[in-house]
């Protein structure tokens, strides 16, 4: 039985009873892991209270962190000091330089180009790209009709450049409460239909998302010591 | 399929819901060769099962996960399980 994942949910801090309410619904859609994101900055305190209300409803829960970096300087920065405190670092790129940057950087795991205008700009991010590419599915839950066919457009190109950049994709829902949060398959049949091999998408929400939580597990607890690297302990007797 | 909104609705709601998300997403031609329709709808329990041809599920499916609003109330659905039977679909849900 496959193993689903929705990498990205942001449970609004402090409003417990809401993330009780998307903790049940993620269990009943059939989801298996959910990595929890957060901004940076908030209290620790916090993010366990979310990671343990998730895991008694029996969710296996990675810890994440969105960076929204000005420049390359505060990026670099952010990323030595958070790196090593979270499972999943996704670097949402405001503009094309720090897209650059971000998507070379092998300490990040995911980036995002919602704010990508262009073609040229996304195409730049992903050419030479390290990191995985995150679609969220947030982005055509939009109000208006207009900004839904952009943000459609925008999904499109972004799928054609992965795949013609060999850049592996990771679907996620970006809920931010229980209504908002949506079912793996259900997710990945509508990438299915802006471009995506159905065989893709199915692994976007499955395969791709559980090997980076599982890279980073064992490199946060040590056993390895870079990419494709195991460390074995030798006891002296 | 399972419909989560805070307010109730009728099964024409969710008909309209569906065909306008429908509308948008694939347009007049794909919404009709989508052909489905609602077989049973359990709105107590805030489920419906539908029924559809065998090579729209994948178009149904995208539909339900784009639905936002249900009688003009905020909503979500998601599919609980499709199956070439009602009998199958029922045993496997545990609903009679």
Known sequence: MKTFVDINVKPPIGEYRVQEQMAKMAG???LSVVGVRFP???ASSEIESSREIFRSRGLDVAVGIDLVPNNRKQLLTQLGALRNKFEIV??????TKIAEVASRDSRVDLISL???KSFRSRLSALCNCKSALELEISRLIAPSLKARSESLKALCEEIILAERCDVDIVISSGATNAITLRAPRDMASVFTFLGMPKDVSLKAVSNKPLEL???NRDRLSGNSAGSGVRLVRVKRQ | MRIVCDSAFSERDLIWALSDV???FFGLAGLSQMSYRVVRCYLNRGEAVLKCRMDSVDKLRATTTLLTHVAGQPAAAFVVRSSGTIKALTKATGHQ
Do not use: F, L, N, T
């Not at chain 1, 996704?90 to 503009?95: A, E, K, L, N, T």
């Open chain 1, 114 to 116: 919602e704010h990508q």
């Open chain 1, 40 to 42: 940076s900055g908030i």
């Open chain 1, 90 to 95: 996704r670097v949402i790129c405001s503009d």
């Open chain 2, 22 to 24: 429908g509308r948008d």
């Open chain 1, 213 to 215: 939580i599982k890279a």
């Open chain 1, 28 to 30: 009943q859609m059939g």
